[in-house]
């Protein structure tokens, strides 16, 4: 019954499951990928001069590793950036201000749990 749930289960995400192969230069193993992650927290604390990450890192982080590991890989001149689709671009910068207003919320709450509150209240009344 183990191996047959396990198939199962592999075959469910047999399309992406070896990904890995597929594109170069992509981390393989777990070793590879906290490699990856480590550099760019180095270089956050590189940047920063903090000793610990940074809490953007939360809200842009998905950005910030992917661009660490493409520029890794390729150096991109104008040209390739002029590419880029606008709305696409558009569309992640407005996700990512989602996400800052949402940790933003969650800082007020915890510092003045009741002013946050009664804000609340007043704008929902």
Do not use: M
């Not at 880029?84 to 800082?107: A, G, K, T, Y």
């Amino acid at each position: 019954p183990g191996i047959t749930h396990f198939l199962k289960i592999t075959r469910s995400y047999w399309s992406g499951l070896f990904h890995c192969y597929d594109v170069e230069g992509l981390p393989r193993t777990n070793n590879d990928l906290e490699q990856a992650f480590g550099v760019l927290r180095h270089h956050q604390r590189r940047c920063t001069g903090r000793k610990v990450a940074a809490s953007s890192i939360v809200i842009r982080g998905t950005v910030q590793l992917a661009s660490a590991i493409a520029t890794a890989l390729h150096c991109f001149t104008a040209q390739d950036l002029a590419q880029v689709c606008v709305q696409n671009w558009q569309q992640l910068r407005s996700d990512l201000r989602q996400h800052q207003l949402h940790r933003i919320q969650q800082l007020r709450f915890r510092r003045n749990p009741e002013a946050f509150l009664d804000t609340l209240e007043k704008l929902l009344l």
